[in-house]
């Protein structure tokens, strides 16, 4: 086998996670239940950030503590990093720019491309945990703020507004959420009918894309699947097929 260098206390990680503190569940499909993903990952919790901190007040100060960590994953061996909150969208270009590899802070970095698959005629459905929250700083924090966007947030809701947004408790009712989900993606097609994808910038909706994508006959971009192209892009393996006899 080569002689390798050393000097990492976990090995095999191709993605790294800069992941918010929370404790309510995190079903298969979020970036921090690591069954949602066919490959090793490693989590880096930045202490004391939460969702409701990050969604509410995202000031410049909370912008070092993502920056060590995600120096701490490079340290570590990763390939490229993510983060646990589609809201990190505002820091993109910072945490790209302090590391050597790959970052994708979020899903939201999908919009531009969401757009040109489709033919870039029609504005990109988002649904976000909080859309009085997500503004035109953050479309701009990952290249698209010139991307048309329909945005339909889940702030009005009762189960994934007093769990995820406020925090108030651990216990989550995940068929309640589903409910609460799926009506945000039919108010969104019923109020702008021509979107012909769909961005879940939230890390807590892709558990429920399927439905989501069942529902609106959509493609539907989350950050899972975008971790799983990071991973392709950054890890790639070789190819085994059949070729006709020479």
């Not at 080569?2 to 191709?14: D, R, T, V, W």
């Not at 066919?38 to 989590?43: C, E, I, K, N, T």
């Not at 994808?197 to 989501?212: F, H, M, N, Q």
């Amino acid at each position: 086998m080569p002689i390798y260098q050393g000097g990492q206390n976990i090995c095999g990680a191709s993605i790294g996670v800069l992941c918010l503190e929370s404790y309510f569940p995190k079903p298969p499909g979020h970036i921090k239940n690591p069954s949602s993903l066919p490959f090793p990952v490693l989590y880096e919790m930045i202490d004391g950030v939460t969702v409701p901190t990050l969604l509410n007040n995202p000031t410049p100060d909370l912008l070092n503590p993502f920056i060590k960590g995600a120096q701490r994953l490079e340290a570590e061996g990763v390939r490229a990093i993510t983060g646990s909150c589609g809201f990190l969208a505002l820091f993109q270009k910072e945490l790209a720019a302090a590391v050597s590899v790959p970052v994708f802070a979020s899903s939201l970095i999908q919009v531009p491309l969401a757009f040109h698959m489709t033919g870039a005629s029609a504005p990109v459905g988002v649904i976000t945990a909080d859309s009085s929250a997500l503004t035109q700083r953050h479309f701009e924090g990952v290249g698209a703020g010139g991307v048309p966007v329909a945005v339909q947030g889940l702030e009005h809701t009762i189960e994934f507004a007093e769990v995820i947004l406020r925090n108030a408790r651990n216990r989550m009712d995940t068929d309640l959420i589903e409910a609460e989900v799926l009506d945000a993606a039919r108010r969104l097609k019923r109020e702008t009918p021509e979107i012909r994808s769909v961005v879940l910038e939230c890390t807590d909706l892709p558990p429920y894309a399927k439905r989501i994508q069942e529902d609106l006959k959509l493609p539907v971009f989350d950050l899972t699947t975008l971790a799983q192209m990071a991973h392709n892009v950054s890890a790639r393996t070789g190819y085994c097929g059949l070729m006709p006899w020479g």
